[in-house]
């Protein structure tokens, strides 16, 4: 039997990916947001998308792009899902690649042009700075958020398991939040 090529997104891509959305959808005027708080459990509220075809046969293929440049950073972006359902579905051929490389492009450019002055900076890098940027900012928020839970225990409660809260960002490999027990996929569809 032959293995099928899997969706895999490291936390670093996630947490990069949540932090350089700044704040959601990167379909253009869009203001559905990465979080959403259901029955007081915070829920991804977003898709990993692929700007280039992840199967063969999808829409955007590249010949020739292997399984870790398919589930890159560079080839990803997060779109609610009725703007993932229209990019991937029978319009797909009104998205080209350079269609969605150009929303990537201007959800992402704030946070890549403050980092502009880095060298050698590699997307596994890049990555690992922001969610230890993430990590510190919670750290600092902490006394506030105690502060916070007191008026609004619940908003409080989703700051807290915003990526960054431990040393790994906070949300698993399936893209969904630590504290949520149970995920299915349809949190992060392909």
Not at 34 to 54: K, M, V
Not at 100 to 112: F, Q, T, V, Y
Request: net charge negative.
């Amino acid at each position: 039997m032959v293995s099928q090529p899997r969706r895999s997104y490291s936390n670093a891509t996630i947490a990069a990916l949540t932090t350089l959305a700044r704040g959601g959808c990167y379909y253009p005027g869009c203001n559905v947001p990465i979080l959403r708080l259901i029955d007081g459990e915070p829920f991804l509220n977003l898709e990993i998308a692929h700007i280039r075809a992840f199967e063969d046969n999808g829409p955007r293929p590249e010949e020739g792009l292997d399984i870790r440049g398919r589930n890159s950073f560079g080839n990803l972006i997060l779109l609610c899902t009725p703007h993932h359902k229209l990019v991937d579905g029978p319009r797909s051929g009104e998205f080209p690649v350079e269609t969605l490389d150009s929303w990537k492009d201007a959800r992402e450019s704030e946070g890549i042009n403050a980092l502009a002055g880095l060298t050698d900076l590699t997307e596994d890098k890049l990555a690992s700075m922001i969610q230890e940027a993430q990590y510190e900012l919670v750290e600092r928020l902490e006394p506030a958020l105690d502060e916070f839970a007191r008026t609004a225990p619940e908003l409080a409660a989703l700051l807290r398991t915003s990526p960054g809260k431990s040393p790994t960002p906070g949300f698993t490999g399936s893209g969904c939040p630590r504290t949520q027990s149970a995920c299915s996929a349809a949190h992060l569809a392909t």
